[in-house]
């Protein structure tokens, strides 16, 4: 994925409005859907993400949710509960989870802002690369076991093979 940066440096900026101006920056569509919050849509690798972002000031707290088009069937839920935790024991920042409601799958990170609760350019882009990236990394292995039929951990490994050599 390569981000662009708007044309004008900024300055730190509240969080969902800083957010909205790097995805305008990259022509990605996105609404405010109140005051503190934004929902828009990236491409990513191998599906469209609905990326979220959730300010709380109180807690001066931005919550990023990438959500992958995928919706895990109760027959499956199982075995995608099992590939989640396996999944997140590779993840240093953020997490995968099922909601409870509907099954959808989705990435979640929160960023700690400090006492100005006021985001970056450059911690904008790193955090909604990051939440594609982890998306588009794990996304085969959520496929393989919701239709493949695979087991989580052989679908987990199938989905990290690296490639040998050079295309």
Same mark, same amino acid.
């Given at each position: 994925m390569?981000?662009?940066?708007?044309?004008?440096?900024?300055?730190?900026?509240?969080?969902?409005?800083?957010?909205a101006?790097?995805?305008?920056a990259? +022509?990605?569509?996105?609404?405010?859907?109140?005051?503190?919050e934004?929902? +828009?849509e990236i491409?990513?690798?191998w599906?469209k993400?609905?990326?979220?972002?959730?300010w709380?000031?109180?807690?001066r707290?931005?919550?990023?949710?990438?959500?992958?088009?995928i919706?895990?069937?109760d027959?499956?839920?199982?075995?995608?509960?099992?590939l989640?935790?396996?999944?997140?024991?590779?993840?240093?920042?953020?997490?995968?989870?099922?909601?409870?409601?509907?099954?959808?799958?989705?990435?979640?990170?929160?960023?700690?802002?400090?006492?100005? +609760?006021?985001?970056?350019?450059?911690?904008?882009?790193?955090?909604?690369?990051?939440?594609?990236?982890?998306?588009? *990394?794990?996304?085969?292995?959520?496929?393989?076991?919701?239709?493949?039929?695979? *087991?989580?951990?052989?679908?987990?490994?199938?989905a990290?093979?690296?490639?040998? +050599?050079?295309?």
């Amino acid at each position: 994925m390569n981000i662009s940066e708007p044309t004008e440096q900024l300055e730190d900026a509240a969080p969902v409005d800083m957010l909205a101006q790097l995805f305008e920056a990259n +022509g990605w569509p996105c609404e405010f859907i109140g005051e503190d919050e934004l929902s +828009g849509e990236i491409q990513g690798s191998w599906t469209k993400y609905q990326l979220r972002c959730i300010w709380r000031a109180e807690d001066r707290v931005l919550q990023l949710l990438c959500l992958p088009e995928i919706r895990v069937p109760d027959a499956k839920r199982r075995p995608a509960h099992e590939l989640v935790a396996l999944v997140n024991e590779q993840l240093w920042l953020g997490h995968f989870d099922i909601w409870s409601n509907g099954g959808v799958l989705l990435y979640r990170h929160g960023l700690m802002l400090g006492e100005e +609760g006021l985001l970056s350019l450059n911690m904008a882009q790193l955090a909604v690369e990051t939440a594609v990236a982890e998306c588009d *990394r794990f996304y085969p292995a959520f496929q393989f076991v919701l239709w493949g039929d695979k *087991r989580p951990k052989e679908a987990l490994e199938a989905a990290l093979v690296d490639p040998a +050599g050079e295309a």
